[in-house]
Each structure stands twice: as structure tokens, then as C-alpha cells.
């Protein structure tokens, strides 16, 4: 296999499952973190890793249903977007049944980015912000492609730990990165979008 000096990293962000944990790890409750400062963060701390892409997918709450959280994901992801040449960000309408908003095709989507992606060699690492198990077949699939193209990719599943957080596992068939609590603290996105 061939291998590279410096280590192409394309991060794909599953903003709810990202949300969740630090909210079960930290006691956050809303989505205070912001995906680009926290993906540089992961990066600086393995050698030759330098973030090159990030995708960012979440669902939507509808404006009629749940208007406040609708302003503050519009707000979050037009900020995200401006960087286009890094950042690319994905949403669906959330789906409600019994007044409960549920995502579909979220995964689906980062699932379908992260192989085509693995395709194209546009990577030497996909990094993958959560620790939904469905992921596992995606990294089985990439490390596939990376050998029928005879070279190394990195599969690693980033995510929020602590004591309080009984879910200490990252995506099986990864590189488990733990996300402690001073680590995320510094990726704290400052803007309020929910008084916009």
C-alpha cells in the first residue's frame, strides 16, 4: 500500500448524534459546538493529519412545529456554508410522528458522501463524528476501496466522553477518537443563533 506524508482528513459530521452525546457527556443542552474548530481539534492531536473537507448533516425541525430550533439550525448552518471551499453542510425536514421530530436519510446521505468520497481518493482519512454502529459497514466499504486502489485510508469515529456518559465506544471497525471535555470546551461556537 502506498502511504502519504501528510494525511488528507474529511470530516463528516452527524450534527444530532454529535449533539446528543455531549449532551449525555456534558450536560450541553443544544448544539453548542462548532463542527469546524472541533474537526482542526482532532486533527492537531495525530501527526501529519490536516483537515482538507468537512460535511455536515442534520435534520430540520420544521418552522410551523418548532420554529425556535428551525432559526437557530438556519442561523448555524448559513454561518458553516460561508466557507464553501471547506465546508459543506446537508439538512432534511425532521419527520414528525406523535409531535417527535426524526430524521430520515441523514445517514443514508453521509453513508453515500463517505463512499463515493473514498472513491474519488479524495481523502487519506474520513473521520466521522459519531458513534452510530450503523457506520460500520461504511468503514468496512472504504478500507475495501482503498485496497482495490492499493493505497491507505484511515477510518476513525470521533465523539464526546465522560464519567457521566455510560457510551464510551466509537464506531467498531475505527479508530476511536474520545472527545473529553476540555477538548470540546475549546470548539464551543460563541454565537447565539437561537435570538436571531
Known amino acids: 500500500m502506498l502511504e502519504t506524508q501528510a494525511k488528507r482528513v474529511v470530516a463528516f459530521v452527524d450534527g444530532q448524534n454529535l449533539f446528543n452525546a455531549a449532551k449525555m457527556a456534558f450536560g450541553y443542552s443544544f448544539p453548542n459546538f462548532d463542527p469546524i474548530e472541533l474537526a482542526r481539534l482532532v486533527c492537531k492531536q495525530k501527526p501529519q493529519w490536516a483537515l482538507a473537507k468537512l460535511y455536515f448533516y442534520t435534520g430540520m425541525p ?13 442561523g448555524k448552518l ?3 456554508g460561508k466557507d ?4 459543506q453542510t446537508f439538512s432534511r425536514p425532521l419527520v414528525y410522528r406523535n409531535g417527535i421530530g426524526q430524521e430520515k436519510g441523514i445517514d443514508v ?14 481523502y487519506d482519512v474520513a473521520l466521522i463524528f459519531s458513534q452510530d454502529q450503523d457506520f460500520v459497514e461504511v468503514a468496512t466499504e472504504i478500507r475495501r476501496i482503498a485496497a482495490v486502489q492499493n493505497r491507505s485510508v484511515n477510518v476513525a469515529s470521533a465523539y ?3 464519567s457521566a456518559y455510560a457510551n464510551n465506544r466509537g464506531i467498531d471497525r475505527t479508530d476511536w477518537i474520545p472527545i473529553d ?16
Open 78 to 80: 448559513a454561518a458553516m
Open 84 to 87: 464553501t471551499d471547506l465546508v
Open 109 to 122: 446521505k453521509l453513508a453515500i458522501d463517505a463512499v463515493r468520497l473514498a472513491h474519488e481518493s479524495a
Open 160 to 162: 464526546p466522553v465522560s
Open 62 to 74: 420544521s418552522p410551523t412545529k418548532d420554529e425556535p430550533r428551525n432559526r437557530f439550525w438556519k
Open 181 to 196: 471535555r476540555t477538548l470540546y470546551d475549546q470548539a464551543i461556537d460563541t454565537v447565539n443563533y437561537r435570538s436571531r
